[in-house]
């Protein structure tokens, strides 16, 4: 696969892997993925998307849903796609894997359900509640009137990165929704959440010191300063081992 083409997962050999090798590896990992497990990996590498384009004169609106991995986690990622059912579609661009979920009746009836199940803890939870509402007007069709597309880009104003230029030029008249604060769940955590997440977002590291050589293994945790709460949550989760870090220069929390 060239790195300027997108090409479906097939038997093909994709890189140093072929489609027997990456089914052969997959039974390697257990059948099913835990529910928490999902959902803590999510909160560290999926993200809830809403495409907004312009067909001839019209405006159109999309809810999707994916999840970008390298390719050598294609097992994992295809892992995904059987724990929802096997709706989406996995697509590979060079060394990168997606899976993608946009069919609104899939978001609507498996991938919203999962979530409000299996809630997600980190601050994606807010993109969660606006993306959510936004695929809630598409499955009513609100988004082919003029008011319910006029909603769906004030709830995108305050979802990931906020409205891209070209959507504040077309809609000068909408005003930007101040993006909801962020309250990290009360509950404690899942053991299963834990071990999702920290396989997305966490590092795992070692260390020699120099002058000693005493050898230091580290795990690392780095979020946004506003989830500062779920890295508190986390060092409870461990009893209190470790320690963290808080970088004001970068906006970063570690632990």
């Not at 097939?10 to 959902?39: A, I, M």
């Not at 999926?46 to 609106?61: E, G, L, Q, T, Y």
């Not at 994606?124 to 993306?131: E, G, Q």
């Not at 880009?153 to 993006?179: E, M, Q």
């Amino acid at each position: 696969v060239s790195n300027n083409t997108i090409k479906r997962y097939s038997s093909k050999e994709l890189n140093e892997y072929s489609y027997e090798n990456l089914r052969s590896q997959l039974g390697s990992l257990s059948n099913e993925l835990d529910p928490f497990y999902v959902t803590g990996f999510s909160d560290a590498e999926s993200s809830f998307m809403i495409d907004v384009s312009k067909r001839k004169n019209n405006w159109s609106a999309a809810a999707r849903f994916q999840i970008n991995l390298h390719v050598e986690d294609l097992p994992l990622l295809e892992k995904f796609k059987a724990f929802f059912g096997g709706i989406g579609s996995i697509t590979v661009n060079g060394g990168m894997a997606c899976l993608r979920v946009s069919k609104i009746s899939d978001i609507i009836n498996v991938i919203i359900p999962h979530f409000e199940h299996y809630p997600l803890q980190s601050a994606k939870s807010v993109d969660f509640y606006l993306w959510k509402s936004c695929a809630m007007l598409i499955k009513n069709k609100d988004h082919l009137t003029e008011k319910g597309m006029h909603q769906i880009i004030f709830l995108k104003s305050a979802l990931n990165k906020g409205l891209p230029d070209n959507l504040k030029v077309a809609f000068p008249t909408v005003t930007s929704l101040a993006r909801p604060a962020y309250n990290v769940p009360s509950a404690d955590l899942n053991p299963q959440w834990v071990s999702g997440f920290i396989e997305g977002d966490g590092s795992f590291t070692v260390y020699l010191e120099p002058k000693t050589r005493y050898v230091n293994l580290r795990i690392i945790v780095g979020l946004n300063e506003r989830e500062l709460p779920l890295i508190q949550k986390i060092l409870e989760f461990f009893k209190g081992a470790g320690r963290i870090n808080i970088d004001s220069k970068r906006g970063m929390v570690y632990y």
